[in-house]
């Protein structure tokens, strides 16, 4: 933990094409985060709504720590006002180190790249290899289809139903913040519970 605070990792869209609502709660997250004394980890880009991110906790006097990999930063992606970027070799080694930092994660909206980190993070912790929050900020619905499918897990026996503690669903900012704050970890069922 650091000093104040959390250190939160924060997973989320790269684009900019997405609509302004989205940026509107990356904003406000960043703002919130910086007036409670958290630490942003995150992937490092100045675009999108990791930009914007990075951006309102800086606004708010916070730290922001960037992990990037060499490619995209040679494509000229960086936050270089980051307080600390690191650069990684590749994406898998990006993932160590955002995983390792952090004392907990939350999914903005995003694409193939935000679902991909978030589902390691959540299947890692369904492994007891970590016991940090995990949460999905499902502004405006955005993730109610994939709440959806892990109830789908749940009922048809490809997960175990506890395994719906490992992490939480938030409307909002606020919700998002004070369940990753107020984390208590408690045991909800091994992994291979049918044997």
Known sequence: ???????ICVFCSSSNAVPRAYFDVA??????MAARGHTLVYGGASIGLMGALARAVHRGGG?????LPEPLKAREIAYEQADE??????????KAIMEERA?????????????????????????????????????????AGLRALFERMYGEGFAHTGHAELSRFAEDVPSALAYVEGYVHREV???FWWR
Do not use: N, S
């Open 1 to 7: 933990m650091t000093p104040g605070g959390l250190a």
């Open 27 to 32: 904003e406000e997250l960043g703002a919130v």
């Open 63 to 67: 730290r922001v720590v960037g992990v």
């Open 85 to 94: 970027l690191v650069i990684t070799r590749d994406l898998r080694e990006r």
């Open 103 to 143: 004392d907990a994660f939350v999914a903005l909206p995003g694409g193939f790249g935000t679902l991909e980190e978030t589902v390691e993070i959540l299947t890692l912790k369904q492994l007891g290899l970590h016991e940090k929050p995990i949460c999905w900020l499902d502004a405006g619905g955005y993730y």
């Open 189 to 191: 069922g091994d992994k």
